[in-house]
C-alpha cells in the first residue's frame, strides 16, 4: 500500500506571493491533518479534513485555507507568504471516522522558504 | 491547545544505552500515542498505549501510563545510531504534540 504522499517536496517563494501544496492520503483513509513544524514552535496543527468537510481547526490565520476532494486528496494554501511561514509542511491521514485518535501516518513533508 | 511537553528537551547517550523521556498531560485521555521523526522528515508511528493500559512493549520499546501522574514515558534499550531522532507524545486528539525530545546516540 502506497504511502502518504507531498508534493512539492521544496519550494522557494517570496513574501506576499501564495502557495499550495497537495497531499495524497493512504488509499481508504479519508482524514487528512495539516501540520506546521518550525525550531521555534515546534509542530502546530493547522486543519484537519474529513470526507471533504473541514472537521478541527488549529490556530492560525485565515492565510491558511485548506480543502479536501472527493478521492480525500487534499490541499492547503497559504496567502500572503510571510518570512515567519518558513517551515516544514506535513500532511498526516488516517482511517478516523469519529475525530477521536487514531494512527496517523505522515508524509516526508514539503519544506517551504520564504525569501 | 492543550499540547504535551516532552522531557528532557534533548538527550545525548552512547550506542548501547537506555534512553529514557516522558510525557505529561493536562486532560483525561483515551489513548497515548509515541511518534519519531528523522530529521526533516515526516514523523512515523512507534506505539499506542490506551488509558487502561499501564505498560506495552514492542521490540525495544517500553511505554508506560500513568493516568494518575497524567504521565507517560518511552523507553528505548539497547539504543543504536539509528535511534538518533525527535521523539513526540500526541495524545487523543491533533492539537496535542509536544515539542519532541531530540535523541542523539553516539557511536
Known amino acids: 500500500k502506497a504511502g502518504v504522499t507531498q508534493t512539492p517536496r521544496y519550494l522557494i517563494k517570496t513574501r506576499g506571493q501564495q502557495v499550495t501544496l497537495s497531499c495524497s492520503p493512504i488509499?481508504?483513509?479519508?482524514?487528512v491533518s495539516w501540520y506546521q513544524q518550525t525550531p521555534g514552535q515546534g509542530l502546530q496543527f493547522l486543519f484537519e479534513?474529513?470526507?471533504?468537510?473541514?472537521?478541527n481547526k488549529g490556530n492560525f490565520p485565515g492565510r491558511f485555507s485548506g480543502r479536501q476532494f472527493s478521492n480525500s486528496r487534499s490541499e492547503m494554501n497559504v496567502s500572503t507568504l510571510e518570512l515567519g511561514d518558513s517551515a516544514l509542511y506535513l500532511c498526516?491521514?488516517?482511517?478516523?471516522?469519529?475525530?477521536?485518535?487514531?494512527?496517523?501516518?505522515f508524509g516526508p513533508g514539503t519544506r517551504l522558504t520564504v525569501l | 491547545s492543550q499540547q504535551g511537553e516532552e522531557d528532557p528537551q534533548a538527550l545525548s547517550i552512547q550506542e548501547g544505552e537506555n534512553a529514557t523521556m516522558n510525557c505529561s498531560y493536562k486532560?483525561?485521555?483515551?489513548?497515548l500515542q509515541w511518534y519519531r521523526q528523522n530529521s526533516g522528515r515526516g514523523l512515523v508511528h512507534l506505539i499506542l498505549?490506551?488509558?487502561?493500559?499501564r505498560e506495552k512493549h514492542s521490540g525495544r520499546l517500553r511505554v508506560t501510563l500513568d493516568t494518575s501522574k497524567k504521565s507517560s514515558s518511552l523507553l528505548i534499550t539497547a539504543s543504536r545510531a539509528a535511534d538518533t531522532a525527535s521523539y513526540f507524545c500526541?495524545?487523543?486528539?491533533?492539537?496535542?504534540f509536544g515539542a519532541g525530545t531530540t535523541v542523539t546516540v553516539r557511536a
Open positions: 486532560t483525561s485521555i483515551n489513548n
Open positions: 498505549i490506551r488509558s487502561n493500559e
Open positions: 488509499s481508504g483513509h479519508r482524514s
Open positions: 498526516a491521514s488516517s482511517r478516523s471516522t469519529s475525530g477521536s485518535t487514531d494512527t496517523q501516518y
Open positions: 479534513y474529513f470526507s471533504e468537510t473541514q472537521r
Open positions: 500526541e495524545y487523543d486528539y491533533k492539537l496535542s
